[in-house]
């Protein structure tokens, strides 16, 4: 079952312009971490921000987890053609420390040059 | 990152085949590893977690008789899509786990069931 919902479902912006997607769960986490996956490729781990902290930044990312509502956002700033993607927030879902994955629906980023 | 590879990277067969699709992970040992299927313009969909040594943990709705599930080694697992059919076409990704908040992602192998 699909744990996250993500907003918008696409995303067509300028180069340059920030791009914000956000992630939405139901159950309790231990953490939650953002994914990019280009066409037809595997995924590309982008960041990991833990249950116990609000905000995180990797270079032009920032990532924001509010708990008390089950959100997460993740901003790109300055973005590139480059950052054309589809991103994917995933919550270990309280997996009992599996390392199991529940992955959002995602949101596909056009960046236009 | 460490690298997790996936063989084939393609392959179509016809209906009834079974095909089975390698996962490894080149330079690290994974005692966990897991595999996703994602349709077109879809999410992934964890199917099973397999783990070394053991027997494979299924996802509910998949098919462990039809999703056949090895990990014979720290390496390498390996998913058997017995009989497959046109509705089993799917990118098929696994991943390593090199702990609990760690994974690394194969490149998919794309089925296409004529």
């Known amino acids: ?18 791009a914000t997607m956000n992630c939405s769960y139901k159950t309790s986490i231990n953490n939650l971490q953002w994914y990019r996956q280009n066409s037809g490729r595997g995924l590309v781990h982008l960041i990991l921000i833990r249950s116990n ?6 270079g032009r990312l920032r990532v924001t987890l509010d708990t008390s509502k089950k959100s997460s956002s993740l901003l790109i700033t300055a973005s590139r053609a480059a950052d054309t993607a589809s991103y994917f927030c ?4 309280g997996s009992g420390n599996t390392g199991k994955l529940i992955f959002g629906q995602g949101t596909t980023l056009q960046v236009k040059p | ?11 179509i067969c016809k209906s009834g085949t079974s095909v089975k699709i390698e996962c490894r992970s ?7 590893m897991f595999w996703y299927r994602q349709f077109p313009k ?23 008789d039809k999703f056949l599930i090895n990990h014979a080694s720290l390496t390498l697992s390996t998913l058997t899509v017995t009989s497959a ?5 799917s ?24």
């Not at chain 2, 990152?1 to 392959?11: E, F, I, K, T």
């Open chain 1, 1 to 18: 079952s699909q744990q996250g919902e993500e907003d918008p479902q696409a995303l067509s912006i300028q180069e340059g312009e920030n």
């Open chain 1, 53 to 58: 902290e609000r905000e995180k930044h990797s």
């Open chain 1, 90 to 93: 995933a919550t270990d879902a």
């Open chain 2, 1 to 11: 990152g460490a690298v997790v590879s996936q063989h084939p990277s393609w392959v």
């Open chain 2, 26 to 32: 080149l330079d690290f040992q994974a005692t966990t």
């Open chain 2, 42 to 64: 879809q999410s992934l969909m964890l199917m099973a977690t397999s783990n070394e040594g053991s027997k494979a943990t299924y996802e509910q709705g998949v098919e462990k």
């Open chain 2, 85 to 89: 059919h046109p509705e089993d076409s």
């Open chain 2, 91 to 114: 990118f098929y990704i696994c991943s390593a786990g090199l702990d609990v908040e760690t994974q690394y992602f194969g490149p998919g192998t794309r089925l296409l069931v004529l």
